[in-house]
């Protein structure tokens, strides 16, 4: 995983891993924190070995508990069990892609959460 992560190995064998992650963001789901459950509820691949290494993944990194402020406004926005909107973690690629990956990214220097106009004009996205 730490080859397929790394942006300056550009090994073939990486498409293989991208078709599968394709329809989810590609690395994004690792920069997550999905339970294992969560992991097998919301990402359908089909190749076992893909699957396995992501479950393996969930089991070693996911943290169920936010002990600091610190913690909590750098934790992942996207693929995290602990974030849920009608129940499931979410992922929302227009996001992703303009660099909206935590929830520091949501609020202002008070650490209150951006108005919704402050928010479309920061990012240029509207909601």
């Given at each position: 995983m730490k080859k397929y992560l790394d942006n300056e190995n550009c090994g073939d064998w990486k498409l293989f891993f991208d078709s599968e992650l394709k329809n989810y963001g590609d690395k994004a789901i690792f920069g997550g924190n999905l339970n294992k459950t969560g992991t097998s509820n919301l990402i359908r691949v089909s190749d076992p070995f893909v699957k396995e290494l992501l479950a393996i993944w969930s089991e070693v990194f996911f943290e169920d508990k936010v002990a600091t402020k610190e913690q909590f406004l750098s934790s992942p926005l996207w693929y995290n069990s602990l974030i849920r909107i009608v129940g499931k973690p979410v992922f929302t690629r227009d996001w992703f892609l303009?660099?909206?990956?935590?929830?520091?990214?949501?609020m202002d220097n008070s650490d209150k959460f951006l108005s919704p106009s402050f928010f479309e004009s920061r990012y240029g996205i509207q909601l």
């Open positions: 303009k660099g909206i990956t935590e929830i520091k990214h949501l």
